[in-house]
């Protein structure tokens, strides 16, 4: 199986240039695609900071009141998981900090010893409280800050306690009345991933009919990237899912959450087949038979990935989509191919097909099946 690393380790200078361009370009999109993913939250997140800042500014009368904002803002965040016990944590660990601090302040100054105790003495104390993470990290990060900040610089006293109090209290509305729709997002992030593998599965079936070992190592760089696609995917359903069986009301959205998880498993594992798919075809790319056929089952393989990412993000039904699979998956017989290496390829593009069939609802077994058998010649 060393038959790759020479051929794959000789053009590595020659593709530096091409591989900066394919990364920057694919993370640029990326950019903008979470960029208007999270617009509102960073929005609802900033105008809230603004309004606590306003408050204890105007209202309370304080000076300097920059812990209303910070507090406003670490409570909510620019993500879409605001849970009102999350925010609840975020904001009695940010108020419990300032008020530790402050008092360890007054009564034994600042400097490095001092910092050293209030964290440990804050993040105790949280431990105590609730075993919540973020809860006892804020505690600890915001006593930090206050014992290590001059009073002069951002008031003193009760001031920067109460202005973290504010803060924390308007996060908690503003995730009340503006609850952030994970739902959306998570489809949004399906549609994406879907995207992703239907963009490489293009390029790889783009550079095998070209027998172009450049593009090749395009969809091969762009593949690799597109893992953080994945993992937020994936991550985002884990969280939504723990957040809606929180709320009764919600749990009736329990169903397409958990379609969207078992989804972003299989396209995850998609991905990983077509990068091993890219990456056969880069190494033997001069040798391959019948490249025009297996460039046809590949954008076949393009298109349904993209139609899967558009009934995700729609809530469509995926079922409509099998008969294209069904069709390629009759047409992956190896032996039905001319050479080695393009037989080796048809085998690995089987496993694709499969996950695939079984992102429209398929299960393992039954996508398996819908292959074309494989005469191996045995008896019997």
């Not at 930090?144 to 003193?156: A, D, P, R």
């Amino acid at each position: 199986m060393s038959s790759g690393p020479t051929r794959a380790e000789a053009p590595r200078r020659r593709f530096d240039v091409r591989r900066a361009r394919v990364l920057v370009t694919a993370r640029v999109a990326r950019g903008v695609r979470r960029l208007r993913a999270d617009a509102v939250g960073i929005l609802s997140a900033s105008v809230a900071a603004g309004i606590a800042y306003a408050v204890a500014l105007y209202a309370v009368g304080h000076d300097v009141p920059v812990f209303a904002a910070i507090a406003a803002w670490v409570c909510l965040g620019y993500g879409n998981d605001r849970r009102p016990r999350k925010v609840a944590e975020l904001a009695l660990g940010v108020t419990l900090g300032v008020a530790l601090g402050e008092v360890f302040a007054h009564l034994f100054g600042t400097g490095p010893v001092q910092i050293a105790v209030v964290l440990a003495l804050a993040v105790s104390v949280a431990r105590l409280i609730d075993g919540a993470q973020m809860l006892a990290m804020q505690a600890g990060v915001q006593a930090v800050v206050i014992v290590g900040f001059s009073t002069t610089l951002v008031g003193g006293g009760v001031g920067r306690w109460l202005d973290a109090l504010i803060g924390g209290a308007l996060a908690l509305l503003t995730a009340a009345l503006l609850p952030l729709d994970v739902r959306r997002r998570a489809r949004a992030l399906a549609a994406e991933g879907m995207g992703e593998l239907a963009i490489t599965a293009s390029d790889v079936a783009r550079g095998i009919r070209l027998g172009d070992p450049d593009v090749l190592n395009d969809a091969l760089v762009r593949a690799r990237g597109s893992q953080g696609v994945l993992d937020d995917w994936s991550s985002l359903v884990r969280d939504a899912l723990e957040a809606t069986r929180l709320t009764p009301t919600a749990l009736r959205h329990d169903d397409l959450l958990t379609r969207l998880q078992r989804g972003s498993t299989l396209c995850d594992r998609a991905m990983r087949n077509l990068r091993v798919i890219a990456r056969r075809s880069w190494t033997v790319s001069e040798n391959l038979r019948d490249r025009d056929r297996v460039a046809d089952i590949l954008e076949v393989t393009a298109r349904a990935s993209r139609d899967i990412g558009f009934a995700f993000e729609s809530n469509a039904d995926l079922i409509r989509l099998r008969p294209q699979l069904l069709a390629v998956a009759g047409e992956l017989d190896p032996q039905a191919f001319t050479g080695w290496q393009t037989q080796t390829l048809v085998v690995l593009l089987r496993s694709l097909v499969v996950d695939l069939l079984e992102l429209t609802g398929m299960t393992g077994s039954q996508a398996r099946e819908a292959l074309v058998e494989i005469d191996t010649g045995r008896p019997g």
